[in-house]
């Protein structure tokens, strides 16, 4: 079936019931959502279907024909990187990094919605994902320095508008 | 290295192909390579120094030619080796740096090659916050005498006296603009000499890498979705499997009916052998599916073996103990005195990485290599060898990062799946991933432990006497031996599960930190080393430290609190060593601890608590303040500010050493508050992460402040594992202070809570 990822349709063989997350990983070779738990409950597989942060370990793919499916690669590259990824890269807001590109997407998400969330509406956002390595301090930083760039400069997407 | 490792070695890393290119001839400066022998890699990790070498910095014993450690290339290419892995503690940044200000090569001109058993130095194992003071130590002398010796080679080129050049940017200038690059000076066997115990090192006046906050290499490709982990490698074609673990440790596999499974889409094969069931398919997807099918096709017998988890500490107290005495001090004071006692305990605790352990092997007729975010490629190495019935060189072991481990975590064990299940499979790479609730099951867990101690005052308020055990299982399981893997514990012909270890003073295991460093006219520690282990158990982060500095630090409280002192007082008043009075007061200034909100003083439901430790009680120091407030509508206790200072000798990267005592302040806060391993009599339960819940957002404090106590000049101080302790007991004498109760069983959020803030 045909996924609209990052902007582009990319024909994908597999099993309708596979999780998006091995869609991404596997066929699509995007290494940015990661298996964290398969069960909804970590977060470290977050990607944003038409705007909303899904999980997406636990969303089937033969649910996404036709949604805009982002992923943190299509937020920038290391040559470009988005509003979040450049906060993140200043703040240093990173231990094994394991967490972060779904602490990414799900801040991308908010800030798209709401450039001037405030700090609790932040943790309330990522509540619901998990770091082992104790950088919560820094990923509040960098999402409240990205919110200061998006602020100024628009959509924090440097790829997919 | 086998024919199909060389492949793959090469897509995953150019430095190799240069050194095969070096091989070939091209005029570089190492011919051959310059490995400790074996002998050394069968130590498994202890990192003591052989004969002469013994006098040599750092790890440079281990491997003692320069050429181990820094390579140059004729075309100007540096490479640096490092046996140390990076586990997301910044420390390929930091070595990069210490090699860079020393060898006078600009950062981005450098490469750093970690662990890897044909390319780097055998250091043992990542851990025990050893790899700046083992590796950072052997490659700062490697760098400065390899320095030394290109200005030497340019002065014989040049023809001009050495002390009339200096070495900058990969070159050595001369007067009248005389240069030679690096490149240029390079010969064979140049660096081919062993290294001399002393070397004259830069001052800290002159770096200008060194000390400074470096951002760390590995964070943009980490969050632009670069390949940066083992789970994200893709070797071409590259088979994904899954293992069927044992419901329970010691269940047996009476029957499994595979036909259905065999039939499954995808399905490549399904290896038995003994209580070892794994499965391989073409897709990811269809090797969990065919995972689950098998899981739910076989069928085990299982025997309660698990303590009574209400009653864990008194289990623990109830085993066979060797007690070895690593403390005693008499005096003889007998006047009289206030007496005090406590007990305290620690639940068994998870690594619990949030991404679950994965392994990439691949196998000749009779060889495999391997992709592990081991700890300790070399011991993994010997492991794996074993298990395969290989010769150690037989098995090559290449460092690939994973999520954080915070020690001995599924990382070895899923190594060992892969490999067993790639040797079934030649020829076709093989892609071993945990399954969450196998990383929670199976993993070895941090010890649960006890401490007891009594303490008397004499009346001028000064500790007279001193009395500590503690019982704790070992805290190292890891390989060598393959009997120290779950497969190798599982296959038909099972390895012996290894005797367990005790590690010995002054670093110690479950009596880490068990000595108080402070000043004590009578004192005795007893470490009750109790080598039974209903429940698997290894290296958890700071081993013993959290849980003996929890109970001593929350000790000291209780005595101030006995004496009417000041608690930051009390520790001075028992503390010679002026850089462990240095970060207390530091941290005292910094938190404002003198003007503080106090609980009970200035409005109960605020207070205050302060802790300190110095790490092993020979690496970095740390002091703790924290500040929390009892909410007692909502039931809960928040911690609102956290400050600490910390003494870790010379630095390497200021930021990289606040962002290891930010986040061992902020697990070891979820450890102590929140964490407990559950189990009935047969099963680990808490296998996902609502039964193990962690610290979330909504618990991370206000703020959290790192301040450094600068040591320049200062040998370097493992940092990675100094926080833990502290914060431990900083959050229990803050809710002490709030609430006027005293915590000594973690988690501390458990049942105790409630009736300290009586909800
Ligand atoms: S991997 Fe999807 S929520 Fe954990
Ligand atoms: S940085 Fe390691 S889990 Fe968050």
Same mark, same amino acid.
């Given at each position: 079936m045909d996924l609209k990822v990052n902007g582009r349709i990319r024909a994908v063989d597999a099993d309708p019931q596979t999780p998006l997350l091995y869609v991404l990983r596997e066929n699509l070779q995007l290494n940015a959502a990661k298996y964290g738990c398969g069960l909804g409950q970590c977060g470290a597989c977050t990607v944003i279907v038409d705007g909303q942060a899904v999980f997406s370990c636990i969303v089937p793919i033969q649910v996404l024909g036709g949604k805009e499916i982002t992923t943190l690669e299509g937020l920038g590259t290391i040559e470009h990187p988005g509003p979040l990824q450049r906060a993140f890269m200043d703040e240093q807001a990173a231990q094994c990094g394991y967490c972060i590109p779904g602490m990414i997407m799900r801040a991308q998400a908010l800030l798209q919605r709401n450039a001037h969330a405030s700090d609790a509406e932040i943790r309330t956002q990522l509540q619901s994902h998990l770091c082992r390595c104790g950088t919560h301090v820094r990923i509040l930083r960098a999402v409240r320095r990205a919110a200061g760039l998006m602020q100024r400069g628009g959509s924090g997407s440097a790829v997919n508008p | 290295m086998t024919a199909a490792s060389k492949r793959l070695a090469a897509r995953k890393d150019d430095v190799n192909v240069s050194r095969r290119a070096v091989l070939r001839g091209t005029g570089a400066l190492i011919i051959s390579f310059a490995l400790p022998p074996l002998a050394s890699a069968r130590q498994a990790g202890g990192l003591e120094p052989v004969g002469a070498a013994a006098r040599l910095p750092g790890s440079l014993g281990r491997a003692p030619f320069l050429d181990a450690w820094i390579r140059i290339d004729a075309d100007g290419t540096v490479t640096a080796f490092t046996g140390k892995a990076e586990l997301g503690q910044g420390v390929k940044t930091a070595l990069t740096q210490v090699v860079s200000e020393e060898l006078e090569v600009p950062l981005d001109r450098l490469k750093l090659v970690t662990a890897d058993t044909e390319r780097t130095p055998d250091e043992g194992y990542t851990a025990g916050s050893h790899s700046l003071q083992d590796s950072g130590t052997a490659l700062r002398h490697a760098a400065a005498q390899a320095r030394e010796i290109l200005i030497l080679e340019a002065a014989r080129k040049l023809r001009t006296p050495p002390d009339r050049l200096k070495a900058a940017n990969a070159t050595v200038l001369g007067p009248n603009g005389a240069r030679l690059t690096y490149g240029e000076i390079v010969a064979p066997n140049l660096l081919h000499v062993q290294a001399r115990p002393v070397t004259p090192l830069k001052g800290p006046a002159r770096f200008t890498v060194m000390d400074r906050a470096i @951002?760390?290499?590995?964070i943009p490709a980490k969050v632009t979705g670069g =390949? =940066?982990?083992?789970?994200d490698m893709r070797l071409p074609g590259m088979l994904h499997a899954r293992v069927v673990r044992p419901p329970s440790y010691r269940a047996q596999l009476t029957t499994v009916d595979m036909t259905s499974v065999e039939r499954m889409p995808g399905i490549v094969t399904i290896v038995r052998d003994g209580n070892f069931l794994a499965v391989v398919a073409e897709r990811e997807f269809q090797a969990i599916q065919a995972m689950r099918s098998l899981a739910a096709a076989a069928r085990w017998q299982e025997r309660p073996t698990l303590p009574k988890q209400s009653e864990l500490s008194a289990a623990l107290l109830k085993l066979p103990a060797e007690d070895f005495t690593i403390f005693e001090k008499r005096a003889g004071v007998t006047a009289p005195a206030t007496s005090l006692a406590a007990t305290y305990s620690r639940p068994y605790l998870a690594h619990a990485s949030i991404g679950p352990s994965c392994a990439v092997a691949l196998a000749d007729k009779d060889s495999v290599t391997l992709w592990s975010h081991t700890q300790g490629v070399y011991p993994d190495r010997q492991a794996i060898a074993e298990l395969l019935g290989l010769a150690p060189e037989k098995v090559h072991c290449i460092h690939v990062e994973g999520s954080g481990c915070y020690g001995h975590n599924g990382a070895d064990d899923a190594a060992a799946d892969a490999a067993l299940v790639a040797s079934r499979l030649p020829g076709r790479p093989i892609r071993m991933q945990w399954m969450r609730e196998q990383e929670f099951a199976w993993e070895p867990f941090g010890p649960a432990m006890v401490a007891r101690v009594r303490a008397s005052l004499d009346p001028s308020g000064q500790i007279r006497d001193w009395d500590y055990g503690v019982w704790s299982n070992t805290h190292a399981t890891r390989p /060598? @031996? =393959? /009997?120290?893997?779950l497969a190798g514990q599982h296959v038909e012909h099972a390895f012996p599960i290894p005797p367990p270890r005790v590690l010995p003073q002054p670093e110690g295991g479950g009596d880490r930190n068990a000595i108080p460093l402070y000043s004590l006219p009578q004192a005795k520690v007893v470490h009750h080393f109790l080598p039974t282990m209903p429940v698997r158990v290894s290296a958890l982060r700071s081993l013993g430290a959290h849980m003996n500095v929890f109970a001593i630090e929350s000790f000291m409280d209780e005595l101030a609190l006995g004496a009417g002192a000041d608690p930051v007082e009390f520790r001075l008043r028992h503390l010679q060593d002026p850089r462990a009075r240095d970060v207390i007061t530091t941290t005292a200034e910094r938190f404002g601890w003198a003007g503080r909100r106090h609980g009970g003083r200035k409005g109960p439901g605020t207070g205050c608590g302060f802790a300190f430790a110095r790490y092993k009680n020979l690496a970095a120091y740390c002091a703790v303040a924290m500040q929390v407030a009892v909410q007692y509508e909502a039931g809960r206790i928040r911690i609102e500010r956290v400050v600490a200072a910390v003494d870790t000798g010379q630095v390497v990267n200021p930021d990289g050493v606040r962002n290891q005592i930010e986040g061992a302040i902020l697990q070891s806060l979820s450890w102590t508050l929140y964490e407990k391993v559950g189990f009935d009599d047969t099963r680990i339960t808490s296998v996902d992460w609502s039964k193990y819940p962690i610290l979330r957002f909504d618990a991370v404090p206000d703020s959290v402040e790192v301040h450094i106590v600068d040591r320049a000049g200062e040998p370097f101080l493992g940092c990675g594992e100094a926080g833990q302790g502290p914060a431990a007991a900083a959050v229990a004498n803050a809710i002490a202070d709030a609430t006027g109760k005293r915590l000594r069983d973690l988690p501390l959020f458990g049942a105790g809570v409630k009736a300290a803030i009586g909800i």
């Open positions: - | @951002p760390r290499i590995d =390949a =940066a982990y083992v789970q /060598g @031996p =393959a /009997g120290s893997t």
